[in-house]
């Protein structure tokens, strides 16, 4: 079984700064894909970036990127020039290769950016 | 497009009674999925389906938990009875192929509350 820790509960940020989050994941798998979600109060989960395992490149969407350490188990999220909206919640989530697209997710971060 | 869509978006009922979630995932999805968050937690798989059969449901407590997806549409999620410990977010989500990564569309959930 997959588990995924994120060890930051909480997490704040100035306005226009940039915050990392933090994520380990635990498998026995080698072929598997990483994603942060984000859940604002609406409560929808939004996909903010995906990490193939099989690829050394780090993951880029924009302000986002990841920091993906495979021998280390490590997947952290990246945000910079933090914006207002991006204050919400912050899930780090894994999907086993040809196994049905479902998630294990971490417990995840509460983002909070201030003006 | 419209996306993944859920009703009711609250609902407050008494320990013992039934509920009943509602989930209509985004067209031409085979894959769609319940999954349940407990306050301050990530979402956990109750159930995995494709089209009309329920290829994962190991995580569904069967004793009073039930669902159905009629004519590989439309979902139910069924509790009865419920008990405390059911209050929770109860997210649909939906995607197009299990063949490769495919990324997973959710609702805005329904939030549970027993009393």
């Known amino acids: 079984a997959q588990t995924v820790t994120q060890s930051q509960p909480e997490m704040s940020v100035q306005e226009a700064e940039t915050v990392t989050l933090s994520c380990t994941y635990d498998?026995?798998?080698?072929?598997?894909?990483l994603f942060w979600y984000k859940q604002p109060p609406s409560r929808q989960m939004i996909l903010v970036i995906r990490?193939?395992?099989?690829?050394?490149q780090n993951a880029t969407e924009n302000r986002f990127s990841v920091n993906f350490q495979k021998a280390a188990k490590s997947f952290s999220l990246k945000i910079s020039d933090s914006q207002l909206g991006d204050t919400a919640m912050y899930f780090c989530?894994?999907?086993?290769?040809?196994?049905?697209?479902?998630?294990?997710f971490g417990g995840g971060t509460r983002l909070m950016v201030k003006p | 497009e419209a996306g993944v869509v859920q009703s009711p978006r609250y609902k407050i009922i008494e320990k013992k009674q039934p509920v009943a979630f509602w989930c209509n995932p985004i067209?031409?999805?085979?894959?769609l999925y319940w999954y349940r968050q407990n306050l301050g937690q990530g979402p956990e798989l109750l159930i995995r389906?494709?089209?009309?059969?329920?290829?994962?449901d190991s995580q569904l407590p069967k004793d009073r938990f039930s669902a159905e997806r009629l004519k590989g549409v439309d979902s139910t999620l069924k509790i009865q009875p419920a008990e405390l410990g059911d209050s929770a977010v109860y997210l649909c989500?939906?995607?197009?192929?299990?063949?490769?990564?495919?990324?997973?569309?959710f609702g805005q959930g329904t939030r549970l509350t027993v009393v």
């Open positions: 989500a939906s995607s197009g192929s299990t063949g490769r990564p495919s990324e997973a569309f």
């Open positions: 498998t026995s798998e080698n072929n598997y894909y």
């Open positions: 990490q193939e395992a099989y690829k050394q």
């Open positions: 989530a894994f999907m086993r290769y040809n196994a049905g697209n479902m998630l294990t």
């Open positions: 067209s031409g999805h085979n894959t």
């Open positions: 389906y494709e089209n009309e059969e329920a290829v994962d």
